[in-house]
């Protein structure tokens, strides 16, 4: 085999290996039709809850679509250091659903930071699980389907029983 040969066939798999890998790596980045806030993550509050500035206001912002362990449960720290690990100092892009708040006043939104979709990444590798709030439903059965994924391969906090609760709708 020449040597040009073998240099395409490496460029050819490395080409695939690396649009392989970006699709396991982000999830989808915001949908360019959706108009996105950029903000300042400057407090990881837990799982599934951050504190961001945008402009010169603060807003609490609650992940839409997920749910993680809370403060007095199993897996709350590692889920809470999972979230930490993508968005604490970050810039992240906040994309509303269909509501502004919740009954709390926190922003509802998914959450990306780059091209990662970070509501997605968590359920992904089992820090939290698929949590439907109607009517903010709009990647509801791509979370199930990474739910399912990440129960059957028992990552992040599955091994805990803490998501065993049988419901996905809150």
């Known amino acids: 085999m ?7 066939i490496l460029l050819l798999c490395l080409i695939t290996l690396c649009a392989t890998a970006a699709c396991t790596m ?11 806030e950029s903000a300042i993550v400057t407090r990881v ?3 599934d809850t951050i504190d961001v500035r945008i402009g010169e206001i603060g807003y609490r912002v609650r992940y839409i679509g ?3 362990p809370e403060r007095d449960e199993a897996c709350y720290q590692e889920a809470a250091d999972a979230n930490a690990a993508f968005v604490s ?9 269909t509501s502004e708040t919740d009954q709390f006043g926190r922003l509802l939104r998914y959450v990306y930071v780059g091209n990662t979709f970070v ?3 968590l359920i ?3 820090w939290a699980e698929n949590a439907e709030y109607p009517p903010d439903t709009a990647h509801a059965s791509e979370f199930r389907t990474l ?8 990552r992040g906090c599955h091994p805990s029983g803490i998501f065993n609760d049988g419901s996905t709708t809150r």
């Open 2 to 8: 020449s040597p040009v040969r073998i240099l395409l």
């Open 26 to 36: 982000d999830s989808a980045a915001p949908p360019s039709s959706t108009a996105g």
């Open 45 to 47: 509050i837990d799982g």
């Open 66 to 68: 997920i749910n993680t």
């Open 89 to 97: 100092g970050q810039t992240v892009t906040l994309v509303k659903d």
């Open 119 to 121: 509501n997605a990444s």
């Open 124 to 126: 992904r590798d089992g």
């Open 147 to 154: 739910e399912a994924d990440a129960v059957a391969a028992n």
